[in-house]
């Protein structure tokens, strides 16, 4: 992908071209991001409808900040993407609309196409819970659900081969719940999660049947909690 430095913007060839197949996908929670979507203007979207650019001003604007400077991109949509070290302590999920018209947020349970300045306060503290959510972890990917699966794939995959000892199976636990959602919705099948996921836990030194056990319980239990909703 190539990137261009314009100042404080980094511009990738997305801007001219849709991501390709072969582009990354960022799980963002595992990787201690917050990233902030914000979406253009779309065609059904009533006239004098803001962007999601113009939505962050004014919500700046309220609350008194200026404008956070962090790592950006532009998405293939003509969007764009902030990137923000995730807040000690705090557990976000994925949010639409919370901050502001055409601003999503991606953090755990999300997703981005391959981070950035620490997240304030004031610009975290409206996504924060106020009791803990169970469905955090399985929170729906929103847009282009058959790119974001094929993406989350390989970047499960990815995490579960690199764990290191003591920590393996806690990864391929959460990367099976992580990944199973997208099976009642049909963006992934359920034995090709399986074999991907097993593969990686034996690279990561994991026996055989450990990974099989724990694989199929997760799914199961994703499966089950994630049932009806599209993904």
């Known amino acids: ?11 990738t060839a997305a801007d001219k071209v849709p991501f390709p197949e072969e582009d990354v996908g960022l799980a963002t929670g595992p990787s201690g991001l917050v990233v902030v979507d914000l979406d253009s203007v779309k065609a059904k979207d009533p006239k004098g409808t803001p962007d999601g650019v113009t939505s962050l ?8 900040q200026a404008v956070p400077a962090t790592y950006r991109t532009r998405t293939a949509s003509g969007g764009h993407h902030l990137y923000f070290t995730a807040p000690d302590g705090v557990r976000l999920g994925n949010s639409a609309g919370r901050l502001g018209k055409h601003i999503d947020t991606r953090a755990h349970g999300g997703y981005v196409v391959a981070a950035g300045s620490t997240l304030s306060e004031w610009l975290h503290r409206p996504l924060t819970p106020r009791q803990a959510a169970r469905g955090l972890t399985v929170a729906p990917v929103p847009v282009r659900a058959s790119r974001y ?17 003591g920590v393996r199976n806690w990864t391929l636990v959460w ?32 026996r055989e049947n450990e990974c099989r056990a724990a694989v199929a319980s997760a799914l199961n239990w994703s499966i089950a909690n994630n049932s009806g909703r599209p993904a």
């Open 149 to 165: 699966a094929t993406a989350a794939l390989r970047a499960e995959t990815a995490a579960v081969a690199g764990a290191g000892e």
């Open 57 to 64: 001003q004014a919500l700046c604007e309220r609350a008194g």
């Open 1 to 11: 992908m190539t990137v261009v430095d314009e100042g404080a913007e980094v511009v």
């Open 175 to 206: 990367a099976a719940r992580a990944l199973g959602r997208f099976i009642p919705s049909g963006d992934l099948a359920r034995h090709e999660v399986e074999q991907a996921l097993n593969s990686a836990g034996l690279r990561a030194g994991l």
